[in-house]
């Protein structure tokens, strides 16, 4: 074929990509329908030219077009990796991991469900094997939910629901494409009716074998790319190689799913990279894959539409039977897992109530796209399946995807404005408003500032104030007096402000990089998370979002429990690390908030939805204030380190601005700019190494802190420092009842808890101990304690503390003290404490 031909071909795809945006924006159809739309005309059109006898003149043209290298492994081996590895970097993978059992349950158990109905359903109503029918219902079985995602996120439908339905698709993608590697194994080796526990034997080994491969995959690029930081464009190279390698290593070397790999290889990456690349290397990395993503992803289309005519050649009458008995049972499997499990899941509340009208949308947007048509591409091409299933496959894969795309995809918006999710809530609406009043305050005042530099007529100025402050002052009066917005709702609206400032903060503190990106990463999350529980249970949702940022995690109390049982320091000290960051993170931007309740919020929702944010946000600066402190008594002269780091990052962000005015300025050169700016890059790589924590050294300090230890000599203190075992608790978590065994005792080091015993309550901060009670009475727990903010706590057995009470004056008198607070002679309670110490 002329190069210059397919130079020429390749351009006008290119172009079509470029015009084929507007054009699915005009229409109001979906991006992917366009597309494909596109496709099956050039398809057909080359077809139709080349069999005609009205002109020869495009002929070669439509031999062209029909003699490109459209191959099933063009698809999975080329367009595949890209789209699938774009998508896992563009994810919020922390706040997916809130999600992690809907996501899984919804992209395994709908994967299956469908190749199981489709598979069985065209087993009895056509004549073909069983294995064959298995291997159409995993072809069909996925989804591209790029058109409803695209929607949702139009119509502001919460952000919770578009995120597990973009997980579920990138998890169903992959575990259908196991199966039909699975069935397709079973077509070729001519085994008609498989056992279904050769299936279940085989399908683990995909999906782990990918998954590891995927990782070390990642891993070696990680650190190819961490050793050329320098190299902008070397990292980009390195990041493009990776998604191709491990699709290839798993496919070819393992025989595992190739899509697995490239799936775990970029959450991997999406993980780890923030905090291993410089946030603009990141930032480019993210922009690059964005744009191969989207040729990747147009190409695809247009080519699988291409061979839509050749594959509907020989098309039957009875197969339209099949198609419809395949869209049925596709369509039925979706109602069972939206309308069957999904309510399931939301009633053990691990999902969000999706409303029906959201289902209805979920069920009627599932497209098909090109991941179906190239999976029944591979099935046309194999010469090892029987012809009969092949033509079969093709036609009933490409069938069903017309039929979404063309029917589906058409009248997706349609069905979305009759379910009435096109208009916004009254909350919505309210909040529009606000928006609008914040915004046009902003504008004024901005406007008044640019009056004043460029000296405008006064005339001019005045009458356009005038007319300015008359629609700002309707626009906040209507957001203030509209009598349907109850005071609750004005308290949430306020609250989805304050989130939403906050989280600009965050991104704007990110910018001047005086927060790490792995860091900026993680408190982003923490205020997506303000805005979600804002937005679905108000002040309840935003107070325990708030209290969850700063809670012990399952992996910190993991890594407690390694270096506590098997000596293994470094995960603890990498999290507590990250925690004393992430909590200095949140005190800066924390104290940046109360500006903009005062001078936004008042003066739209009024004095007391201002006041009950201020009691908001006090409650938790103090709450972080508690839990650094605790942080800080543990591991002195760590947080100041932090803040070093902080105070130089400021410093390098302030040095380079006034480098670019003065570049600005005409004051240096180009040469001497980019000269300085390599020193300022080298001293930022330098501050952004964080210095290391030993956990080990920090427990003596610790102890030493207790005024209850205070007698106790070098060496004795060296012995409890090794006794004492650390216990991290968040608020609410209940630490002991009553009627339980009396064998330990607990010494606050930071926080507080509250005691409950015979209908009295106690608070004990730090400094203090509880538990001692029940065993020097010897008798059952009679009190119930339970944390009442973050704490840490020293852990003591009761052989070990006997031993330290009768060594210690200062112990023995709070012991007297607590008992007498309690109305418990003190004497009978350390009478023997007392004779074994004399």
């Given at each position: ?101 809907p ?15 489709v ?32 929607i ?46 050769d ?22 690029a ?64 993210r922009?690059?894959w ?8 147009a ?8 061979l ?10 009875g ?28 009633a ?20 098909r796209g090109?991941?179906t ?17 092949q ?21 997706l ?43 405008l ?48 903060t965050?991104?704007?503190r ?12 993680t ?11 804002a937005?679905?249970a ?26 506590n ?9 990498r999290?507590?690390?990250?925690r ?36 908001l ?17 543990q ?12 105070i130089?990052?400021t410093?390098?962000r ?44 920090q ?60 209908g ?23 009190a ?9 706590l ?24 607590s ?16 004779q074994?110490a004399?």
């Open positions: 074929m002329d190069i210059v031909l397919i130079l020429s071909i390749i351009a006008t795809l290119f172009l079509v990509i470029g015009v084929a945006e507007p054009l699915a924006a005009r229409l109001r159809v979906p991006y992917s329908v366009i597309l494909a739309i596109i496709g099956i005309l050039i398809g057909g059109g080359a077809l139709f030219f080349l069999r005609t006898e009205l002109t020869d003149a495009l002929n070669p043209m439509a031999e062209a077009i029909l003699a490109l290298p459209i191959r099933s492994n063009v698809f999975l081996y080329v367009f595949l990796p890209t789209l699938l590895f774009q998508v896992t970097l563009g994810m919020n993978l922390r706040r997916m991991i809130d999600d992690w059992v996501i899984l349950m919804l992209a395994v158990v709908a994967v299956v469900v469908a190749t199981l109905a598979g069985y359903a065209l087993f009895w109503a056509s004549t073909l094997p069983l294995a064959a029918c298995l291997l159409i219902g995993a072809i069909v079985s996925t989804t591209d939910p790029s058109a409803v995602v695209s949702f996120r139009s119509i502001s439908a919460p952000r919770r629901l578009a995120r597990i339905i973009e997980g579920e698709s990138l998890l169903n993608d992959a575990a259908a494409i196991a199966l039909f590697g699975l069935f397709m194994g079973f077509v070729m080796l001519g085994t008609p009716d498989p056992a279904l526990s299936a279940v034997m085989r399908f683990p080994k995909l999906i782990a074998g990918g998954a590891v491969i995927g990782w070390l995959a990642a891993q070696v990680i650190l190819l790319m961490t050793r050329a930081a320098r190299y902008e464009l070397a990292q980009l190279s390195i990041s493009v190689a990776l998604p191709y390698l491990a699709y290839i290593g798993a496919e070819q070397l393992v025989g595992a799913s190739g899509v697995i790999a490239v799936v775990v290889a970029g959450i991997t990456l999406n993980l780890a990279g923030p905090g291993r690349l410089t946030p603009q290397s990141w930032a480019n990395l922009e690059l964005d744009v191969l993503a989207h040729w990747a992803g190409l695809i289309f247009i080519l699988a539409a291409l839509i005519p050749r594959l509907l050649e020989e098309v039957q009458v197969d339209f039977v099949l198609v419809g008995v395949v869209i049925m049972a596709a369509l039925a499997a979706r109602v069972v897992v939206l309308y069957g499990l999904l309510p399931l899941l939301t053990l509340r691990l999902s969000p109530a999706v409303e029906r009208p959201y289902r209805v949308a979920i069920l009627w947007g599932g497209l090109a991941v048509l190239a999976l029944a591409l591979a099935v046309t091409e194999s010469f090892r399946v029987p012809d009969g299933i033509r079969v496959a093709g036609i009933l894969a490409t069938g069903f995807t017309l039929f979404t795309l063309l029917v589906q995809g058409t009248t918006r349609w069905i979305i404005r009759r379910l009435g999710l096109d208009r916004l809530s009254a909350l919505d609406e309210a909040l529009s408003r606000q928006v609008v009043a914040v915004a046009l305050q902003t504008v004024r005042e901005d406007v008044a500032r640019t009056n004043e530099n460029y000296e007529t006064h005339d001019i100025v005045r009458s356009e104030a005038k007319r300015f402050g008359e629609r700002l002052e309707t626009e906040v009066k209507t957001a203030e007096d509209r009598a349907d917005i109850l005071e609750r709702d004005r308290i949430t609206l306020g609250l989805i402000a304050l989130a939403g400032h906050e989280r600009g965050i991104l704007a990110m910018h001047e990089r005086t927060i790490s990106a792995r860091m900026a990463d408190v982003l999350s923490d205020a997506d998370r303000l805005i979600e529980g937005r679905s108000g002040r309840n949702g935003y107070r325990l979002a708030a209290r969850r940022s700063i809670a012990y995690g399952w992996a910190f109390r993991a890594s407690v429990v390694l270096h049982r098997l000596g293994l320091s470094r995960p603890l000290a999290l507590t690390a990250d004393f960051e992430r909590l200095l993170s949140q005190r800066l931007i924390l104290r940046d908030l109360g500006t903009f309740i005062d001078g936004r919020i008042r003066r739209i929702h009024g004095r007391r939805v201002a006041e009950l944010l201020h009691e946000l006090a409650r938790r600066v103090e709450t972080v204030e508690t839990a650094l402190e605790g942080l800080r008594l591991y002195p002269g760590y947080a100041e380190e932090l803040e070093r780091r902080f130089r990052r410093a390098l302030l040095e380079e601005r006034e480098y670019a005015t003065m570049r600005e300025d005409g004051l240096i050169g180009a040469e001497v700019h980019a000269k300085l700016m390599e020193k300022i890059t080298q001293r930022r790589a330098a501050s952004e190494d964080r210095p290391p924590l030993d956990i080990a050294l427990r003596k300090d610790l102890v030493q802190q207790f005024p209850l230890f205070a007698d106790l000599d070098a060496r004795a203190l060296r012995h409890l420092a090794r006794a004492l075992k650390p216990r991290y608790v968040n608020a609410g978590t209940v630490i002991f009842r009553k009627d339980g065994p009396a064998r330990r005792v607990f010494f606050i080091a930071s926080g507080a808890v509250e005691l409950e015993s015979a009295q309550t106690w608070r004990l901060g730090r400094g203090e101990m509880f538990g001692q009670m029940a065993i020097l009475m010897k008798k059952a727990r009679r119930e304690v339970r944390a009442i903010a973050p704490s840490t020293l852990v003591l057995d009761e052989a070990r503390f006997r031993r330290l009470l009768r060594r210690s004056k200062a112990l023995r008198e709070a012991v007297r003290s008992a007498e607070k309690r109305g418990i002679d003190p004497t009978r309670l350390l009478s023997e404490i007392t074994e004399g």
